[in-house]
């Protein structure tokens, strides 16, 4: 056996925690650093690392936890308490970025219909854009005191049931991609997928419930929950054809409301926290190829990015409009949800998995991460102007 992967983990984790540490401390998300820390470690610049099929393991692990922590964190009745608005909002804040990433790659290597393989790698670079990462916008709306205003209240709602839309286009753009079968099989397996998880997903809910009250706050409860992760990832990849990421995050729904969910929230943050996370980014940035950095390349970058916050800012603004919010409220929930995170970064992942996109794409995707964390709540503060009037949420 060759021990050199214990060496690359070693490294990975090590630079990726501290390059972390620093961004948090220069006011970025810690993910800013995670994935700097493969882009300096691999062939784009040092070449101290490569990606190995030990490495790519500890990667999908990661990203298996990261959607199974998010499902867990989940607030269902917050969810169906946003109720219509967080959902129009939520669903033209898809399709329109959809469209635009899909535009930019067209203007950029030429239209393309299906099967064309670039068809779908349009889809896939529209997918990326699709999903908002709420986490910054949250502490942002904290700090001025505004999360529980209406519009905060809209901005969370509709930013979870984006998170949910993403996951189902992914699942959908995946399968017709790589040859699974066609769009409509597609949706038939994920229409089959979410019954059969609806029906299993409430018997092991309630088999968690009697175990919890059996064994509260007791590791065997993350243990069980872990389980039942890493069995969903599986049958939703294997069973249904559809992302393995899709299984984790069911299993995080169908265990959000259980009394120890948080704890087990904790307990799987700690392993995703210390070891499998911060690989998973740094592996983004391992596979980042710099290389291809043409002026083309650079310009796409910046058309790409601009894309993404506009059509973000127009799609849900325009939504919440229709909603009856006034211009200005808005204008704050379009650019509340402007921002890209860990979702991004998964499509993207998924993409290049599935060979369907190229590595030379991930700079735009973290160029579009690390810019939509600084500006938008430098822009919310700046729309949230003193003595301005928000109406507090029923």
Not at 337 to 343: A, D, P, Q, S
């Amino acid at each position: 056996m060759d021990y050199r992967f214990l060496l690359d983990l070693a490294i990975l984790i090590l630079s990726a925690k501290a390059l972390g540490l620093v961004a948090k401390r220069l006011g970025a998300p810690q993910v800013v650093g995670e994935i700097v820390a493969g882009l300096l470690l691999g062939p784009a610049l040092l070449n101290v690392v490569q990606v190995t099929d030990t490495i790519e393991v500890f990667s999908e692990l990661g990203v298996i936890l990261l959607m199974f922590s998010a499902g867990l964190g989940t607030d269902l009745k917050e969810l169906i308490r946003s109720g219509p608005k967080a959902l129009l909002i939520a669903t033209i804040g898809v399709i329109v970025p959809l469209g635009g990433g899909m535009l930019v790659y067209f203007l950029f290597n030429g239209f393309s219909a299906p099967p064309d393989p670039g068809f779908y790698s349009a889809l896939f670079m529209g997918t990326i854009i699709t999903a908002t990462s709420v986490s910054i916008t949250v502490a942002a709306l904290q700090e001025m005191g505004k999360l529980n205003t209406e519009v905060g209240t809209a901005i969370v709602g509709a930013a979870v049931i984006d998170d949910v839309i993403g996951i189902i286009v992914l699942t959908c753009v995946q399968g017709a991609a790589t040859g699974s079968g066609s769009i409509g099989k597609v949706l038939l397996m994920i229409a089959l997928f979410f019954v059969c998880a609806l029906v299993v997903g409430f018997l092991l809910y309630k088999l968690m419930c009697f175990l919890d009250e059996r064994n509260p706050h007791t590791q065997r409860i993350p243990i069980y929950s872990l389980a039942l992760c890493l069995f969903l990832s599986y049958a939703a990849e294997t069973w249904f054809g559809i992302a393995d990421v899709t299984g984790a995050y069911v299993a995080g729904i169908v265990l959000c409301n259980i009394k120890d969910a948080s704890y087990v929230e904790r307990k799987i943050d700690i392993s995703g926290y210390m070891i499998f996370s911060p690989i998973f980014f740094a592996c983004i940035g391992l596979k980042t190829n710099l290389s291809k950095m043409t002026p083309a390349i650079i310009l796409f970058s910046v058309l790409f990015i601009l894309m993404a916050l506009i059509t973000k800012v127009i799609g849900c603004g325009l939504a919440a409009k229709i909603c009856r919010f006034s211009w200005a409220d808005s204008l704050i929930i379009g650019v509340g949800m402007m921002t890209r995170g860990e979702v991004a970064l998964i499509v993207a992942q998924k993409g290049l998995d599935a060979g369907v996109i190229d590595s030379v794409y991930f700079a735009a995707v973290i160029l579009l991460i690390i810019i939509s964390s600084v500006v938008t709540p430098v822009i919310l503060k700046l729309l949230f102007t003193p003595g301005r009037k928000t109406q507090a949420a029923s």
